[in-house]
């Protein structure tokens, strides 16, 4: 009786100890990953290579508007992708990674792998095991020791890692943060937004153009279209940009590709939302700067960087390129743009009741609370929210509108220096976090490369909560 209680029990452990992997190949090689790591599989995407990175990561991918970094099976395993390939979103516990397969064979249990007993195809550090299904050796492969090789040492000494700052990739992160390349100049430090990154390519020789504007230094030829080259020392600094070693940043504006030259590059970095401070002054640069880690990284805009007269310039030696047409198709929704503390701002145009010249206010002596005051029009009291209290700026001495806003129960008034004009905007362009509170900002949306917090529609329904 004892025996068979024991067989039972060691059926039943035999049981558990079967997990669901998903098993895939890359050349003659059976590779399997846990299926609780595979967020889900996805076509193959378009790449934007980054530099210092071991030669198994292909770059990184937009999916759904979320950045990962594409790792090549094929190279870690030394084999050769013949046919149609396969992209696993797995989660690494480090960072989102879309691992590259040929083939998808299955979805099966296995059993608990053993140990490897013979020379694996692929560094043995990235693998659990190995277990024998349908008469092939599969090798299990190990998602945080992947996630390990991305966050990997740079290739070149005295360098430092591309992929240095991004971990602890997950979707509440992505809805307040956004994503930058940041590079160095000087002793300063400044980003180029990574949706307006194109690629990154070492800087090879470029034609030089006569006569051309200060920081103009000619073409470079790019898979067969020219693309100017543009030296970002030049136009920031009165520094030479000469280095034995540069990088070409290419990027995009209102449809051509420009290659800005520069000759130290960061990292990824993701900036909370909340740290965002926009500028604005016409004769920057920038359009914005970050405040995070005790670092100051200045945004840099491509609206302001290529100015003007640069286009004016340019305009016979460059055509434009339509494949990015399509975007004006896109699903958009509407906007105020208003400027508050010499800021600018966007609320919701469906938040936006009516706009009416400024008087004077009703003032409150309570300021315990968001409402410093209370207006009538047409015989409705309406009170007015201390809006440079909440978002803790600089209150302005010179109000030229009120702006009515709210939603079905109640109607609020927010003091700003010009309500300018609506603005519709993508809904790709607007970096919105998902939130049900009434935090100040809910995301920053972007117009005409210039990034513009966007006002929280709650901060307008549940001041009810708070209100003397």
Known sequence: MKTAKT?????????TSAMQYLVITSGKHYFALPTACVRKIISTLPITPIPFVPSSIDGLINVDGTIAI???????????HTGRTELILIDTGRALCALQAERIIERTHLTSPSLLMEAPPIDIN?????????????YILDPQRIGELIQASPLREGTAGILGKIADNNLAEDRSTIACLTVSIGKDQYAFELQSVVEILEAGSYTTIPDAPVGLLGFFLLREQTIPVIALADLLTTESSATEQAWLI??????ILYGVLVNQLLGVQ?????????????DQKISGMFIHEETTTLLLSPQQIIDANMIDFLTPYVEKNTSHASIEKEETNSFLKITLSEKPFIIPLKNVKRIVPFFPMNHLDDKTDNICGAINIEGKIIPVLAIEKILKTEQSHTYNEYIIVGDDSQDWAICVEAAQYI?????????SESTTDSRPLSGIARIAEELIPLLNPNLFSQQQSTQA
């Open 423 to 431: 603005v519709q905007i993508p809904l790709s362009s607007i970096h």
């Open 250 to 255: 290419v990027i995009e504006r209102e449809g």
């Open 70 to 80: 594409q790792v090549n099976l094929a190279t870690l395993s030394n084999t050769t």
């Open 270 to 282: 993701k900036f909370p939302f909340a740290n965002f401070q926009p500028i604005i002054d016409a």
């Open 7 to 15: 067989n039972v029990f060691s059926m039943k452990n035999d049981e």
């Open 126 to 138: 990235l693998l659990a095991g190995m277990v024998q299904h349908a008469n092939n050796s599969v």
